[in-house]
C-alpha cells in the first residue's frame, strides 16, 4: 500500500465524517476531525432528550464493515453489544432513532462505500501484480451445470 493513497484515504474518510457533523457547512469551512466528531457527540446528546435511545440490530455483511461501524459507534460513545449466540457480524446498540436515520447510518454507508472501493482496488492491484494482471469476470456459458458438478463453499473468517 503506498502511502500516498493511504494518506488520501484517511483525508477522505476525515471529510466524510466532517459533512456529517454540520450538514449546512461545504467541506472547505470544516474544523479538524475532533471538532466534528464533536459536533455529532452533541447532536446525539440532544436527540436523546427528545428521541429515547432504542435497542437496534445492525446486520453487517463482513468483517470490514463490522470492524468500521463498531469504531464508529466507539467514536460516539455508543456501546456496541451482541447477545449470546448472535452472528459475529451482528452488532446491537441503543441509539436514538433519528441519530441512526440522520447521522449514523447515512455517515456509515458513506464510510463503507469509500473503504470498500478501496480495499477492492487494493486486492485487485496485489493479485495483480503478485498472481495474475487478469481481472476480467469469469465467462458466463448458457445451459446448466452438469449433475457431477462438485461445489465448494469459500471459507469465510
Not at 87 to 92: A, E, H, I, Q
Amino acid at each position: 500500500m503506498e502511502n500516498n493513497d493511504y494518506q488520501r484515504l484517511i483525508e477522505k474518510l476525515k471529510r466524510i465524517e466532517a459533512l456529517y457533523a454540520d450538514r449546512a457547512a461545504t467541506v472547505g469551512e470544516k474544523a479538524a476531525a475532533d471538532e466534528a466528531c464533536e459536533r455529532i457527540r452533541q447532536r446525539l446528546a440532544e436527540f436523546v432528550q427528545v428521541d429515547p435511545p432504542v435497542e437496534y440490530n445492525f446486520a453487517l455483511r463482513n468483517p470490514w464493515s463490522h470492524s468500521l461501524f463498531v469504531a464508529l459507534l466507539r467514536r460516539y460513545n455508543i456501546r456496541p453489544y451482541r447477545y449470546a449466540r448472535q452472528r459475529y457480524t451482528t452488532v446491537m446498540a441503543r441509539v436514538p432513532a433519528r441519530f441512526v436515520r440522520e447521522t449514523l447510518w447515512p455517515e456509515f454507508v458513506e464510510l463503507n462505500r469509500t473503504l470498500q472501493s478501496y480495499l477492492t482496488e487494493e486486492t485487485n492491484r496485489v493479485i495483480a501484480e503478485s498472481i495474475h494482471n487478469d481481472n476480467s469476470d469469469v465467462e458466463v456459458r448458457s445451459g446448466q451445470a452438469l449433475p457431477a458438478t462438485s461445489t465448494m463453499e469459500t471459507i469465510e473468517s
